[in-house]
């Protein structure tokens, strides 16, 4: 860059907002990779059971499945809202 | 037993047919018996770059349905000794290659040559899984943009679960980062991912840097891989990138803008 590219109007870095951009996305899909392709409508029908019984929002299950050696260990997460929220 | 190395990335156009070509020549001029193989079924380019698409009578599907013999395929390349391509073909499409029928002709191959070179293509469908498959080793061209980055992970993904030697629980594929299309002139000034950026995000080994260079073109052009254009500096890389995998140590070039003297600061050039 010469000394009179400062008089122009100053460009953003848009190098580094696709580097924010990559880091975020590509940690994400790193982390589902390995799940099974039925595991997002394993997560749904799950939700629809419990929110027979308790109001609860789509983000409060989750699931997942870790591999390890010699088995599968599905995890399931289900955060219920508090006392007197229920339905 | 022969190394085979797949030329891969995911995303398409960002230089594996150019990058086959070149580290196929590069690896034939230093002695290796190589033959490399077009796994583009339907859309071959790789006998265009390599100056052969007139000499193309059988295909890597002739031979993989035994209507052709290797020997009847195999087409000796022009521009240097030790090479041999072998051409996909044009007229079937990508399902026509099974994967006993490709490990049965790599296997053959495997006995007459030192490297087997395996240009992908694009996707990650049936085609391109059965170009990695049998790999040793990996080489993932990239461009610095985000698509590309972010497809070469996906190809990472595949080459980690997908790949014969993942199945086996055999030592991993190793992989090697070739970043194509690179301009320290616009990295400089922000207006593209630099090779520390992409190194980081993808976690893997780089192979080399190839610039933006017009002498891609000018090559394609007229067929001559551009690894033959030593005046060039994309030419240079390639060779280059070729040392390292031989295992030799090569400090990497055309990474940085060449520093300016105090007048080109002041007034621009």
């Keep these: 860059m010469s000394f009179f590219d400062y008089f122009k109007s100053k460009k953003k870095n848009t190098a580094l907002i696709a580097r924010e951009r990559l880091q975020i996305i590509v940690a994400h899909e790193r982390s589902k990779k390995d799940q099974p392709d039925y595991l997002p409508q394993l997560q749904k029908e799950i939700l629809d059971v419990i929110r027979k019984y308790v109001a609860i929002d789509e983000d409060m299950v989750q699931v997942q499945l870790d591999k390890n050696e010699s088995c599968s260990v599905l995890e399931l997460n289900v955060t219920l809202p508090e006392r007197g929220e229920q339905a | ?269």
């Design chain 2, 1 to 269: 037993m022969a190394t085979i190395i797949v030329v891969t990335s995911g995303k398409g156009g960002v230089g594996k047919t150019t990058s086959s070509a070149s580290i196929a020549v590069g690896l034939a001029q230093r002695g290796n018996k190589t033959v490399v193989i077009d796994f583009d079924v339907g859309l071959r380019n790789l006998d265009l770059i390599m100056n052969c698409e007139r000499r193309v009578v059988y295909d890597f599907v002739n031979v993989i349905n035994g209507e052709a013999t290797l020997n009847q395929a195999l087409i000796k390349d022009k521009h240097v000794d030790n090479l041999h391509i072998l051409p996909a073909s044009q007229t079937r499409d990508k399902d026509a290659l099974s994967k006993e029928g490709v490990e049965r002709v790599l296997n053959e191959l495997g006995e007459r040559f030192d490297y087997i070179i395996c240009d992908s293509p694009a996707g990650i469908e049936h085609g391109a899984q059965m170009a990695l498959y049998f790999a040793d080793q990996a080489v993932i061209v990239t461009n610095p943009e985000v698509s590309s980055v972010r497809d070469s992970d996906r190809i990472l993904g595949i080459l980690q679960s997908k790949s014969r030697r993942a199945e086996l629980g055999l030592e991993p594929i190793k992989e090697h980062l070739l970043l194509t299309r690179y301009n320290p002139e616009r990295v400089e000034i922000g207006e593209m991912l630099g090779v520390k950026d992409v190194e980081e995000i993808l976690a893997i080994k780089l192979l080399g840097v190839i610039p933006e260079s017009k002498a891609v073109l000018t090559a394609s052009n007229q067929g001559t891989p551009v690894i033959l254009d030593q005046t060039s500096d994309a030419g240079q890389a390639y060779s280059d990138a070729v040392d390292r995998l031989l295992g030799e140590n090569r400090e990497h070039r055309f990474i940085d803008l060449p520093k300016k003297g105090f007048f080109k600061r002041m007034f621009g050039g």
